[in-house]
């Protein structure tokens, strides 16, 4: 779309919405050619830019202009996009409402009194708000495919590896990907194709390339394998939900799919969410050790070099990211990390066992995205723990865990809102994830809301 | 003494490479501050690191030469802590798995050889330069993240000389290798040494103390003899030896303390994400062990053997790597080693400032010089001359053209001049005749003046005594 058109929309919904952090004066384009030529195209405000505000939606970062440019920013850039904001994010990438940015909550612009998700909020909000052709998240629980399933859009996390972390401000490297908002599944194929590559910058990326998807790919769900991840449908108690999800399924059927159901060992899966809070938020913890206000970032006074950084984190940060901390640190504590880090890596490769033999005969394994639309804004997460919430709701960490590619593509409405559908393939093989999702979008034909701005 | 002594030593090396251990960046000694600098080095947001192959590939070497076993599988962890040298607030290093292991090199202390053990060595990053003024410090980011190793000896070492023996080893074994400067006094090497005492024969070790920031060999030992006598006569009035760090003060020659030792610091070391284990490949081993000089004691026993070296001068070479680099570079256009080692050692060696004697001399021209003074082309009071126009960046040709300088060998001429010399000195063959050789020496320089010093002396020489045997 326009990129002029692109700005002027994201003014329009930005009052009521909070979705930017920094809307550009004018589209920022380096090449008027290219593959992408005309895409208008919105950035998680953890990319870094160069001479651009990025600040990863945390106090700490809120005076930091980027002095390198993202590899994944070039390579858009290259392919001749318009880039027209930056979006707002859960602090640091931490978090899944979407409320905790330093600049405040974002609102679903489909219903503004429910959030957007998280914490790639605000590309999913500008998505939603029909205000640019796609957004750049970083999915590192689900921060890109539950926002998707939130607000109606497509969302994507290829395989690690495939498009290079250079440049994005991180959470936990191990488990952190590029990810991406599109409108259609077409849309989402070739701007991974863009994407994608090896980046000597970034040497765990993918030697292997990408094939060409675009033009291979047919959407026909004949003879395709399709396995239902049956414990996550166990565990949803809205009968909506399970209504829309049946009628995938049968549509899937129809269309010649041979559908089966698989069953992963449900005492492993009650441990996806400790296992990814011990995980991330070790790793988070040295990450982010590099914000302490001394070369770069937002700085407190203080007697000494130790205590400037003091002043600086404790000011710099909110208390949720403060406490994740002080979690990841006492995992790694000597004499915890036998017990909390090096155990929860175990079990990250057992759940990813888990994942590989359920895909083993299989060409994808599809669930619910989530159990329910979009939450309230004040809604409490008090039942995180509950056995309910456990599997349904953090069931897409096992793409994080394994670096198996995954997306989310609308399901359907209930009562207005939109809801996705998660769809899992093996490593590498985005082209068959992409194929049957172009499939299911057919059959879903899902009919966009329209929002309240 | 009625204590045994017990050295172990960790040695910090600074790799010969052109960039960083995990970024683009040069690296770059007595630099502009922070010129030498990336975004990676400096710890910015979404930076990530990529392994520097040739800083492996020098590691390799460093393994390979102190006889280390090599993990194949190179793997690395992140040291928290928070610092403000340390931009990224983490090191990255090899705890877990370090590149090599159970080495040994051999020493030699009072003509003993002894083999002290290496416990490991392992791949790192160094940390930023810091200038603590009084209201303020300075930081100079070109030194952080030079690809380091640091190498752990096993407590093998018993006292103070053979500690310095086996950092003089190490570091010359280092710089042959060409893996780095080994410059202490820049910092390129860097030891701690750890030292406890323990009664004699005792299988319990003492409370070890280390000595950090010790910056020439001279000060390892010093330093050592001191903390010696300090824990003995603490020991002696049953007071305890407090683990601690302690620095040596050139001033009052002691060590003193800096801080007692951390034993509560946690560094929470974990896997680094970002690099995932790499194998190194076959290609990579090999290319490393092929590039491996000569070691110094293989290189020293060829000099004797091969050149015909006196050990006194092959020492001297040995000592003197950039001497020695060149006698290599120039002993390809010359066959007289001999010569040519005289000529560096009294003559070259006193040049002062030079380092690279190439870029005086380059190695052809001299090797030019040392053939063209074996062949009588020129003799070797004219080869001063010469010599000295040299290194005014002109060839010995040209300068022997210029100046005219030939030298002469016939026969008759020199004969005509020998009886001349002997005509001005009849007193000398009387000399001659009573057995004193020294007149010989006497009339070859006065034929060397009366032929303008273009006579050769050599030739000279055996023309005087077949001369004055004939009276």
New interface residues.
Partial sequence: MDANKSIERLHQIQQQTNACITIFEKPVQHKKEGKLSNWSVAIKDNFVMKDVLTTAGSTILSNYIGVYDATVLTKLADEGVSYVAKTALDELGMGGSGLTCFTGPTKNPLDLKRQAGGSSSGSAAVMAANAVDLALGSDTGDSVRKPASYCGVVGVKPTYGRISRYGVIPYASSLDHVGYFTHNVMDSVKALEVMAGFDLKDPTTLIQQLPAISNVITGDLKGKKIAIFKNVIDHIDKVETKQLFEQVIDACKQQGALVSEVVMDEKLLKTMLPTYYILANCEATANHANLVGINFGLAQDGEDIYDIMKKSRTHGFNEMIRRRFVIGSFGLKDENQEELYVKAQKIRRLLVDQLSKALADVDVLIAPASSDVAPLLESDDADRLSNKHLISENHMVLGNFSGFPSMTIPMGNINSLPIGLNINAKAMDEQTMFDVALGLEKVINYKKVKGEV | MKRDVVIGIEVHCELKTNTKMFSGAPVGFAQEPNTCVN?ID??????????NKEAVKLSIMACFITGCRIDYLMRFD?K?Y???DL????QITQQFYPLGKDGSISIIVDDQEITIGIERIHMEEDTAKQFHMEDK?L?D?NRAGTPLIEIVSKPDMRSAKQAKAYVETLRNMLLYANVSDVKMEEGSLRCDVNISLKEKGSDTFGTKVEIKNLNSIANIEKAIDAEIIRQNELLDNNEPIIQQTRRYDEATKTTIAMRDKEAAL?Y???PE????PTMITDALYQEAIASIPLMPDKKRQMLIEDYQLKEVDADILINNKALLDYFDDVIVHTSSATLLCNWLISEVLSLEAVHDYNKHIPAEDFGRFINLLKDNKINSKQAKVVFTHMLEKKKPDDIIKELNMVVIEDDNLLHLWILQAIDNHPQSVVDYKNGKDRAVGFLVGQVMKLSKGQANPAKTNQLVKEELNKR
Avoid: Q, V
């Avoid at chain 2, 947001?45 to 990529?50: R, Y």
């Avoid at chain 2, 931009?87 to 983490?90: A, E, T």
């Avoid at chain 2, 994400?273 to 995932?276: A, D, E, G, S, V």
């Fill in positions: 975004e400096l710890g910015h947001p979404g930076t990530l690191p990529a392994l992140r928290n928070y610092y403000s931009p990224k607030g983490f410090t930081i980011y946690d929470r070391y974990f994400p970002n690099i995932f």
